[in-house]
């Protein structure tokens, strides 16, 4: 931290209570009142280095002991900074640092301390002095930092908080270490080793990263912070870099904004201020959002998040709940499920504010209808287009992480069908490649509200599509008994179909196989086909066979699946029987059977 010397002569003040004596050999004939503290003093010091003392000695009669009464309670900083300054009066030596200067300037000021009344006066040193504080980054932030209270209104009068302001902005969009390491509050950025003589090695230092400065302004009061997040904003530094400012100064000062405790700032018991009501919490987050850059991207979706989730807990106003429900709209595929949980703090009953995240993702929608109105052949038929393939991207996570939080809130007892039908219908259809993640949050749904009506349980499965659901799925439902008989038939039939094309296509290959079980191949000059070739058609013929065979055990076991649902649901002669028989599981001869014919045929 930069010094700087003033006076020569030694120190000759005594403190009796309340009380500082000037010991020398005249008797005191001032007494200056400085709040709770008395100075005795002499008029000729006084007089010849402050335009204000000089005023008020001349126009204060003296008392009944011939002393003049002086009564300084308003000066910046209080009686500390008076007795620094009657020391100076005195030639007394005294330090100047960037701990007292700011108060120094400001006294100085208004003592009227100027070179009229004596080349080197305080207002000159301090000034001086003040001009190399704000050389270095450590010392610019202690002396902001000093800006506070009484002294604040004088500072801003004499521009000095603009002034450090500035220079902790210029230093901090500089390149690190430009200006000195940033070492305040013990804030090392370096890794340094202290050798045996005292000497630091920084052979294994790191480089410092675009972060450095953060710790360090965050141990400033939030008006001065605020202040300088703006400098920064107008000296153009990037947005990523201030909100990762904003991120670190909250997680400091706003308690419980994380969930996880290894995320918690370790230094924020030893911050220089505290915030402890919860009006004043909320006032900080309001001005915190407030803050943040507008670009999409510049704050991290799960940073945003956790704002959001003690806004809703300190109830901030409405403006600051709706400004970051639409900045997490907007960047909702970077989004964890797990950090989607806000707290439900209303009247409903639901443990999770499901409404919130209904909006959230309104907002997600409304931001990607131009980019969907700008390609109209995103979807044709079901199918994406290659081109739209990046464009299609975000929609489609945000389809696999709403099916996911659907599937963790499912659970909950009081969360109604129209609630869980709202948010799942919002996520189109082509932002769901597989149908699985939606299936298994009607399931635990479904097993959660064992009281629905067969009414309401169609209606909520009518969200799903029994085609987009994959072989594991269809296996599934095809044994949930929690699902209507409707959709198991869908999925049964759909599985069937799948099943025959998966045949066809295998028969389609075998059209090109010979009936001695060789494959029609191009012949050589002499019109003999090689040995190599006919043993690898061979190969394949047996590779058909294989394949026709394992369908055959799929088809039948699904075909037991519908008898055994059949004699649960309805019996085997009721509507599944009759439908089973129209898709083919409950004739004489199975479609397997007829279809192993049609294979041996042809081979």
């Known amino acids: ?113 100027t070179d009229e009344f004596g080349d080197g006066n305080l207002i000159t040193q301090t000034e001086n002095f003040l001009r190399e504080v704000l050389s270095n980054w450590n010392d610019s932030i202690r002396a902001l930092q000093t800006c506070a209270d009484d002294v604040l209104e004088h500072a801003e009068k004499l521009h000095i908080v603009s002034r450090c302001i500035d220079s902790i902005a210029t230093k901090a969009c500089a390149e690190p270490g430009t200006f000195g390491w940033p070492l305040l509050h013990e804030s ?80 924020a018991s030893t911050s220089s201020w505290t915030i402890s009501s919860e009006k004043d919490q909320r006032r900080l987050l309001e001005e915190i959002v407030d803050l943040l850059p507008t670009e999409k991207g510049a704050a991290p979706t799960q940073f945003l998040l956790s704002l ?59 931001a990607y209808q131009s980019n969907f109105a700008a390609s109209p052949d995103i979807v044709e038929e079901g199918q994406t287009v290659p081109a739209a393939v990046e464009v299609l991207t975000p ?28 948010i799942a219908a919002l996520v189109p259809e082509y932002a769901r490649p597989l149908d699985d993640g939606i299936y298994r949050a009607i399931d635990i749904y479904l097993k959660a509200h064992p009281k629905m009506t067969d009414s309401e349980r169609e209606q909520l499965c009518r969200l799903l599509n029994c085609q987009k659901l994959s072989l594991e799925a269809c296996t599934h439902a095809a044994q949930n008994e929690r699902l209507p008989l409707r959709v198991i038939v869908q999925v049964l ?31 050589s000059s002499n019109g003999d086909a090689t040995g190599e070739e006919n043993g690898g058609a061979k190969l394949t013929i047996d590779e058909i066979r294989l394949r026709v065979s394992e369908l055959e055990k799929e088809c039948n076991g699904l075909k037991q699946e519908i008898d055994n649902i059949g004699k649960s649901k309805s019996g085997s002669g009721g509507p599944l029987g009759f439908i089973c028989r129209r898709l083919g599981f409950g004739g004489t001869k199975s479609i397997q059977q007829a279809d192993q014919k049609t294979a041996d045929s042809k081979c």
């Open 188 to 267: 090392y950025s370096m890794e340094e080793s202290v050798l045996w003589n005292g000497i630091i090695d920084t052979k294994s230092s790191k480089p410092l990263g675009r972060d450095w400065w953060y710790r360090d302004v965050s141990y400033l009061k939030f008006q001065m912070y605020k202040e300088l997040i703006k400098a920064l904003k107008s000296k153009g530094m990037k947005p990523g870099e201030i909100a990762g400012s904003l991120k670190h100064y909250s997680r400091r000062y706003l308690q419980g904004l994380s969930r996880r405790p290894s995320q918690q700032d370790p230094s």
């Open 1 to 113: 931290m930069a010094t700087m010397k003033l006076g020569s002569k030694t120190d000759s003040f005594q403190l009796q209570g309340q009380t500082w004596l000037c010991m020398t050999d005249l008797a005191s004939d001032v007494n200056v009142k400085v709040g709770e503290m008395s100075f005795h003093l002499h008029k000729f010091p006084l007089i010849n280095r402050s335009g204000t003392l000089q005023e008020e000695i001349n126009k204060t009669q003296d008392d009944e002991s011939g002393n003049c009464v002086v009564n300084l309670s308003d000066i910046p900083g209080g009686f500390q900074t008076f007795e620094l300054v009657a020391r100076f009066f005195y030639d007394i030596k005294i330090e100047l640092n960037a701990h007292n200067v700011v108060a120094l300037r400001c006294a100085a000021e208004f003592l009227k301390m």
């Open 308 to 366: 959001l989730r003690t806004a809703v807990v300190l109830n901030a106003n409405p403006a600051c709940k709706e400004n970051l429900e639409k900045r997490i709209g907007t960047q909702l595929d970077d989004a964890q499920v797990e950090d989607l949980k806000i707290p439900n703090v209303t009247s409903s009953k639901t443990l999770y504010d499901v409404e919130c995240m209904q909006r959230i993702l309104d907002h997600f929608i409304f």
């Open 395 to 422: 929609i489609t996570m945000v389809g696999r992480l709403i099916d996911a939080y659907l599937a963790d809130v499912a659970s909950d007892e009081n969360l109604k069908c129209a609630q869980f039908q709202a």
């Open 493 to 523: 039939f759909f599985e069937q179909l799948r099943l025959r094309t998966t045949i066809a296509g295998w028969f389609f290959v075998s059209d090109n196989v010979d009936q001695n079980g060789s494959r029609i191949l191009p012949r």
